[in-house]
């Protein structure tokens, strides 16, 4: 159980198009996701914490117009890499959290390569 | 966020006892030990977590010092689909508190056939 899944797991755009990840909670519901990157050789940075049907909360340094999240439903989460440039380059990786926990074990998805040329 | 001290990489042997330690001399009375692995080109994936007491799981061993300060990660049998990067996270449970997991830089686990 506890399966997360994104889509695409790789994907190749030119520089100054948008890119639209999505992250889903296959057989658990998720009222907060969260956003992480990692570049090579680097460990993950977390980038947004999401809450279904309310904005979401970005970590210092991270442009919330550049990265659009969307929670619109308690098993999709999408990440929009807007006018993407070779430096958004990297590992885009979400994870969930089971509904009606208030802490507890995170569930990450296998992870979107994205590649800007 | 308490401040953790792994070693960059390990070495082990197929079917061997790993133990991974793990340092967190500034974790708050509150914090739980996770401990996340992450293979090659993978999302990480939560192996274990615990406060005061030694915990066990089908995935591994979890060793946490009476102060606290430290914490070792036991897997059993080393296999080589255990080669990864172990990440040992404090994490606060309190209501409040921060929920967010930091990652450090991890161990590198290698096995040897």
């Known amino acids: 159980g506890a399966v997360v899944s994104q889509h695409p797991s790789r994907v190749i755009c030119k520089s100054g198009t948008s890119v639209k990840i999505e992250c889903r909670s296959l057989?658990?519901?998720?009222?907060?996701m969260f956003w992480y990157r990692q570049f090579p050789k680097q460990s993950l940075m977390l980038m947004a914490t999401s809450n279904e049907g309310s904005k979401a909360t970005y970590e210092q340094g991270v442009e919330k117009d550049k990265f659009l999240i969307n929670h619109a439903s308690l098993t999709l989460s999408t990440l929009t890499v807007t006018s993407a440039h070779p430096e958004d380059s990297s590992f885009y990786i979400c994870?969930?959290?089971?509904?009606?926990?208030?802490?507890?074990?995170?569930?990450f998805g296998p992870g979107t390569r994205l590649l800007v040329l | 966020d308490a401040k953790t001290t792994q070693p960059n990489s390990m070495e082990s042997n197929e079917e061997e006892p790993v133990h991974l330690p793990c340092n967190h001399s500034t974790i708050s009375g509150t914090d739980y030990i996770h401990w996340y692995r992450q293979l090659p080109s993978q999302g990480p994936e939560y192996v274990i977590h615990g406060l005061t007491s030694n915990v066990n799981n089908r995935m591994a061993s979890l060793a946490i010092a009476e102060d606290r300060k430290s914490s070792t990660l036991i897997l059993h049998r080393a296999t080589l689909r255990d080669a990864a990067v172990y990440y040992c996270i404090p994490r606060s449970e309190t209501q409040g508190g921060s929920e967010k997991l930091v990652f450090g830089k991890g161990t590198k686990l290698t096995v040897n056939p």
């Open positions: 994870s969930a959290r089971l509904a009606g926990s208030t802490r507890g074990t995170q569930y």
């Open positions: 057989d658990f519901q998720a009222t907060t």
